[in-house]
């Protein structure tokens, strides 16, 4: 056998087979969608060759651990320690069977073949950072929202004119990325104007490795040449103050030349806590406007849209129950939907009123009284050993920090409060140290896989907790 070249096609499969489904029980495969274009390209002894359409999204692989995850799922699944190397693979606009493959340190000819022509124009209707599930045409508005609706609409059309810079903020799962993404789809549809779409954290990311790699002026370049700049979650720039001093340069560039600029966040600007009072100007220079939970009938249209999609449907007392008792956000009402779905089809029986009804208020309760940060710190605290009072002292050893900063986690994820009000709750913190112990939580979550099953303890007895 020849060791020099194997074929290692069927593990790559089940890999990304594999992964793809981690993210979806993570309720994260919108995150999977846009950033695992990776495609496998060639293999030999101990090695896979796989591409990516751009030197950022290669980037990406690498600041956001999928390279790790894919190594590790690949060691999982073939007891072979295979290393991974990504290339940079650009699609010619010609349709031609050879095209430019770019390297760090050089560029070589590489053979591709595609199975068909129209696959590529596909493949070219699609931004590679941007889910193109996220449209105007599948965004459900309403007169509460009308506004925040059109304001995107008209952002998208005139690029840069009256709407500019356009901010919308309001609680988590309101669609306030849908929207955004929307503005960056359409856009790329009509336009060729270079769109940029990254998230606050990533950004920081980002500019933190620029520092590190001595690569800050390829950063200020790449952001400066951009025609429409999406930035999701800007409250996560909080306390940041060296990516606020370049997001504000960056934000005067842009808005000098008439450029796009469009963020999202959590609250008002005027309630974000350790952000430069410039910076937060321009962010309020333009349109800030809120999003809010549509009514019921709006959120039965949803529902309907949503089956639509699916190309199946509900009968009208099942919507009617999902949309009366699924008020939160529109995340969860989603969530619900696809839960539901997923139970008919994996039963394959008569699927009942009173099923439905069991589901909803077994997973999406809505009768139980909402999860408390009281109850929260209080199992935690019993769960580590520790007094309740500990959760909001100002003590700082490691044996009451660590569980402080689970008990974070625990209530960002659990609850609808946001960051400032959590920190409120544990003896006035400030939101930054919140947000800090939560990404401290996320990190050990990414570390080390047998403390997911500590927080799903710990999730259970609150859970338990409040219904007693």
Same mark, same amino acid.
């Given at each position: 056998?020849?060791?020099?070249?194997?074929?290692?096609?069927?593990?790559?499969?089940?890999? %990304?087979?594999?992964?793809?489904?981690?993210?979806?029980?993570?309720?994260?495969?919108?995150?999977?969608?846009?950033?695992?274009?990776?495609?496998?390209?060639?293999?030999?002894?101990?090695?896979?060759?796989?591409?990516?359409?751009?030197?950022?999204?290669?980037?990406?692989?690498?600041?956001?651990?999928?390279?790790?995850?894919?190594?590790?799922?690949?060691?999982?699944?073939?007891?072979?320690? %295979?290393?991974?190397?990504?290339?940079?693979?650009?699609?010619?606009?010609?349709?031609?069977?050879?095209?430019?493959?770019?390297?760090?340190?050089?560029?070589?000819?590489?053979?591709?073949?595609?199975?068909?022509?129209?696959?590529? !124009?596909?493949?070219?209707?699609?931004?590679?950072?941007?889910?193109?599930?996220?449209?105007?045409?599948?965004?459900?508005?309403?007169?509460?929202?009308?506004?925040?609706?059109?304001?995107?609409?008209?952002?998208?059309?005139?690029?840069?004119?009256?709407?500019?810079?356009?901010?919308?903020?309001?609680?988590?799962? %309101?669609?306030?990325?849908?929207?955004?993404?929307?503005?960056?789809?359409?856009?790329?549809?009509?336009?060729?104007?270079?769109?940029?779409?990254?998230?606050?954290?990533?950004?920081?990311?980002?500019?933190?490795?620029?520092?590190?790699?001595?690569?800050?002026?390829?950063?200020?370049?790449?952001?400066?040449?951009?025609?429409?700049?999406?930035? !999701?979650?800007?409250?996560?720039?909080?306390?940041?103050?060296?990516?606020?001093?370049?997001?504000?340069?960056?934000?005067?560039?842009?808005?000098?030349?008439?450029?796009?600029?469009?963020?999202?966040?959590?609250?008002?600007?005027?309630?974000?806590?350790?952000?430069?009072?410039?910076?937060?100007?321009?962010?309020?220079?333009?349109?800030?406007?809120?999003?809010?939970?549509?009514?019921?009938?709006?959120?039965?249209?949803?529902?309907?849209?949503?089956?639509?999609?699916?190309?199946?449907?509900?009968?009208?007392?099942?919507?009617?129950?999902?949309?009366?008792?699924?008020?939160?956000?529109?995340?969860?009402?989603?969530?619900?939907?696809?839960?539901?779905?997923?139970?008919?089809?994996?039963?394959?029986?008569?699927?009942?009123?009173?099923?439905?009804?069991?589901?909803?208020?077994?997973?999406?309760?809505?009768?139980?009284?909402?999860?408390?940060?009281?109850?929260?710190?209080?199992?935690?605290?019993?769960?580590?050993?520790?007094?309740?009072? !500990?959760?909001?002292?100002?003590?700082?050893?490691?044996?009451?920090?660590?569980?402080?900063?689970?008990?974070?986690?625990?209530?960002?994820?659990?609850?609808?409060?946001?960051?400032?009000?959590?920190?409120?709750?544990?003896?006035?913190?400030?939101?930054?140290?919140?947000?800090?112990?939560?990404?401290?939580?996320?990190?050990?979550?990414?570390?080390?896989?047998?403390?997911?099953?500590?927080?799903?303890? %710990?999730?259970?007895?609150?859970?338990?907790?409040?219904?007693?």
């Amino acid at each position: 056998m020849n060791m020099s070249s194997i074929d290692y096609t069927p593990f790559w499969d089940e890999c %990304l087979k594999q992964i793809h489904q981690e993210f979806i029980e993570d309720e994260k495969e919108s995150e999977f969608k846009m950033w695992f274009n990776i495609s496998y390209v060639s293999s030999h002894e101990n090695k896979i060759t796989a591409s990516v359409p751009s030197s950022y999204m290669n980037d990406q692989m690498e600041i956001r651990g999928y390279k790790k995850l894919i190594k590790e799922k690949l060691l999982e699944i073939s007891g072979l320690d %295979l290393d991974l190397e990504i290339i940079v693979i650009k699609k010619n606009k010609t349709a031609s069977s050879s095209i430019e493959t770019e390297t760090s340190e050089t560029k070589v000819e590489t053979k591709h073949s595609f199975e068909t022509a129209s696959k590529e !124009d596909e493949e070219k209707k699609h931004h590679p950072l941007l889910n193109p599930m996220y449209t105007f045409e599948n965004f459900v508005s309403s007169d509460e929202n009308e506004f925040v609706y059109n304001a995107c609409l008209a952002s998208a059309k005139n690029p840069g004119k009256g709407y500019n810079p356009l901010l919308i903020y309001g609680g988590v799962g %309101l669609g306030k990325t849908h929207l955004m993404q929307a503005i960056g789809n359409e856009l790329y549809k009509t336009s060729n104007l270079k769109i940029i779409y990254i998230s606050a954290e990533n950004f920081t990311n980002e500019f933190i490795h620029s520092l590190q790699s001595k690569t800050q002026s390829q950063f200020k370049m790449k952001y400066r040449k951009a025609d429409v700049l999406l930035i !999701d979650d800007i409250h996560f720039f909080q306390g940041k103050e060296g990516t606020q001093e370049e997001l504000f340069h960056i934000f005067n560039a842009l808005y000098e030349n008439n450029k796009q600029l469009v963020f999202t966040c959590d609250r008002p600007v005027s309630e974000l806590k350790s952000m430069t009072e410039r910076l937060r100007s321009r962010f309020q220079r333009g349109i800030n406007t809120d999003i809010h939970m549509p009514k019921y009938e709006i959120r039965c249209a949803i529902i309907e849209h949503k089956m639509k999609l699916m190309g199946k449907t509900l009968p009208s007392e099942i919507v009617d129950l999902i949309a009366q008792n699924i008020q939160t956000n529109i995340r969860d009402l989603e969530a619900c939907l696809n839960t539901i779905v997923s139970y008919a089809e994996l039963t394959k029986g008569p699927f009942t009123t009173e099923l439905a009804k069991k589901i909803i208020f077994n997973t999406f309760t809505q009768e139980a009284s909402p999860v408390s940060i009281e109850a929260i710190q209080k199992v935690v605290a019993e769960y580590f050993n520790l007094n309740y009072s !500990d959760m909001k002292s100002k003590k700082r050893p490691k044996n009451i920090s660590f569980p402080r900063q689970v008990a974070f986690y625990l209530a960002s994820e659990m609850t609808e409060y946001s960051t400032t009000e959590i920190g409120q709750e544990f003896g006035g913190r400030d939101h930054s140290t919140v947000m800090h112990g939560c990404q401290k939580i996320v990190d050990k979550l990414n570390s080390d896989a047998s403390f997911e099953e500590t927080i799903q303890i %710990l999730m259970k007895k609150i859970k338990e907790f409040k219904k007693e």
